[in-house]
């Protein structure tokens, strides 16, 4: 069974350099790792497949880690493939230049209750985000949730409940007319935990890689691989990898 969250994937150009900037936000590094090999395994999970990557988990304490990955491309300001919610923006962070679909900025104030929910830019790791700059921030750069926009809804419930774990809490509509579900990995250690928004969307995007900007990754603990993997392709995975260990 999928236990909770491990990880969150945080895309970057230099891996002492990014260390930094999220080691000023709280997050401690637990490891660094440069150029270990890159599973031939995550080939087509890849633009740009390079034989070497690097890799810093940096953990927060009770709240989810990010991982951060150097790969072999350079980054664009692209959008992130998963929409995260920060609880505080980091110090050099801008607003996103560009347009956002408006059902995205309603489902997170109604699934998920933030008052003034803003899309920023962090220029620093090329990464887009969000905060709600309607609420007082204890913890600035934490990762509160994550947004993601799917096609079908229902299809998509049944994915990470089922498939998953996730437990589905309410549901409803946006502004626009197109569904939202708030769901969340309850987990019984509060750093395995994380709620996320799915949201209807009709937006076109790009089919999402390990090497994207932003976040591209989202890593889950689980009791059985086979078991969880047979579970995630019963309930509609499309894109699963040979196992291979990390690192």
């Known amino acids: 069974m999928i236990l909770g969250v491990d990880h969150l994937a945080l895309s970057c150009e230099n891996i002492d350099q990014g260390a930094k900037l999220l080691a000023a936000l709280g997050y401690r590094p637990k490891f660094i790792q440069k150029d270990v ?36 491309g350079q980054l664009r300001p692209l959008l992130s493939p998963y929409q995260v919610l920060f609880q505080g923006p980091p110090g050099d962070a801008l607003p996103w230049p560009g347009d956002l679909p408006p059902s995205w900025e309603s489902a997170w104030r109604l699934g998920l209750n933030c008052l003034r929910p803003e899309p920023l830019k962090w220029p620093s790791l090329q990464a887009q985000f969000w905060f709600d700059a309607g609420r007082d921030n204890p913890a600035p750069g934490s990762v509160r949730a994550l947004l993601v926009p799917v096609h079908n809804l229902s299809r998509s419930e049944m994915f990470w409940t089922r498939g998953l774990g996730c437990r589905a809490l309410q549901k409803g509509e946006t502004e626009q007319g197109e569904g939202w579900l708030h769901l969340a990995f309850q987990a019984p250690v509060p750093a395995w935990r994380l709620d996320l928004v799915l949201v209807e969307s009709d937006a076109a995007r790009p089919p999402a890689f390990l090497d994207d900007p932003g976040f591209p990754c989202l890593a889950l603990i689980s009791s059985s691989l086979a078991r969880d993997q047979d579970a995630a392709g019963e309930m509609g995975a499309r894109e699963i990898s040979d196992e291979f260990l990390k690192g």
Do not use: M
């Open 37 to 72: 090999p890159n599973p031939v395994a995550k080939r087509h999970l890849l633009r740009t497949y390079g034989a070497l990557h690097s890799l810093a988990y940096c953990h927060p304490g009770e709240h989810v880690a990010l991982e951060l990955t150097q790969h072999s």
